[in-house]
């Protein structure tokens, strides 16, 4: 059974740091990449941060580039967003989804396997 599971969401002020987890279990990994995603009210879902597992190369929207993070542990099968400087228009609910051709696909339908989502608000 395929599983990803976030965590490390929360409450944060502007300009603080939060780390998300993305927990992996069920894939292979190395044959993955593994995308952030992040949905704000009454907007559409959109992909911030993506790795490609067996080389590492990374990619960010231009919004978080800079500021966020995106990394790996191949022994925990865990990927890891770390974000930085965070901002009001940061808020949302974000997701982590597992790409099967290992391509950081910009498509929403290219992700097979997305996780429940965590909560992530930035407010003084």
């Known amino acids: 059974q395929v599983q990803l599971v976030e965590s490390g969401g929360g409450l944060v002020q502007p300009g603080g740091s939060l780390r998300l987890s993305c927990a992996v279990s069920g894939l292979t990994l190395d044959n993955y990449a593994i995308a952030w995603w992040r949905q704000a009210p009454g907007m559409e879902r959109e992909g911030i941060s993506c790795?490609?597992?067996?080389?590492?190369?990374?990619y960010y929207l231009d919004s978080v580039k800079g500021r966020f993070t995106v990394s790996k542990d191949n022994a925990k099968n865990t990927v890891y967003l770390q974000m930085s400087s965070l901002k009001p228009e940061d808020t949302a609910v974000y997701y982590c989804a597992s790409d099967p051709k290992g391509v950081c696909s910009d498509s929403y339908f290219a992700f097979d396997y997305w996780g429940q989502g965590t909560q992530v608000t930035v407010s003084s």
């Open positions: 790795i490609i597992i067996h080389d590492g190369t990374t």
